[in-house]
């Protein structure tokens, strides 16, 4: 019930595109959910993130939609730059507690 | 403020030497945790604390695995006796007080090697 499931492994988009990352989780006590930017060598960092009282969180070229039914949120990078050439990751959580991470999306934006 | 700092960066030992990490967190944030990733993977919860009190431990964190908080402010992780497949990046997080969420900024990790 702990596990949150990230897709696609690895995604492949032409400079200018749109970017789309999904995940689901399973325990429906979590109400944070972050997403994370690593680039090799260095630790995650923090992009965005959206609470279950909203479906949907815009921050630049960063979008996040949520469906609390479905139990399901996604990453969207709009206009994609070779510079968001990183590995991406969802995260769910409680308010003050730990973190439960997807699996991880590789993305390459070829110029 | 400087960002979660992690030392050493790097740490290669032989199996069945004791090694320790260290975090010190971002000043003034309460709460401290610490993860362990492998290649290809997300970040995995190991333990957190709030302020000197360790809260939770992950059933990942065996016998082998300590760690500590004094004083609230930096944390140490100690693994005792390792093993090869101890090999991994440990990252370090801290999150500050009374925040809506639970935003938490990483450290760059240390890389331990086990041979």
């Known amino acids: 019930q702990q596990q949150v499931k990230q897709s696609p492994q690895s995604l492949i988009v032409q400079k200018g595109g749109i970017s789309i990352i999904n995940c689901a989780y399973e325990n429906t006590a979590f109400d944070y959910f972050p997403w994370y930017q690593q680039f090799p060598g260095k630790g995650p960092a923090l992009l965005i993130a959206?609470?279950?009282?909203?479906s949907e969180k815009k921050e630049g070229r960063f979008t996040i939609s949520f469906n609390k039914s479905a139990k399901q949120f996604s990453l969207h990078i709009m206009d994609s730059q070779p510079g968001d050439s990183a590995t991406y990751f969802c995260?769910?959580?409680?308010?003050?507690?730990?973190?439960?991470f997807g699996q991880g999306t590789i993305l390459t934006v070829h110029p | 403020d400087t960002g979660v700092s992690q030392d050493p960066r790097h740490k290669i030992t032989k199996r069945g030497q004791n090694v320790t990490f260290r975090c010190d967190p971002i000043s003034e944030h309460n709460r401290l945790y610490w993860y362990r990733q492998t290649l290809g993977q997300g970040p995995e919860f190991l333990t957190y604390f709030q302020n000197e009190a360790q809260l939770e431990k992950s059933r990942l964190l065996s016998d082998r695995f300590s760690a500590e908080r004094p004083k609230g402010s930096f944390s140490t992780l100690e693994i005792q006796r390792t093993e090869q497949g101890d090999s991994a990046m440990y990252l370090c997080a801290s999150s500050p007080p009374f925040r809506l969420g639970n935003i938490q900024y990483f450290g760059a990790g240390t890389r331990l090697s086990v041979l």
């Open positions: 995260a769910a959580g409680t308010s003050y507690g730990k973190l439960t």
């Open positions: 959206i609470r279950p009282d909203v």
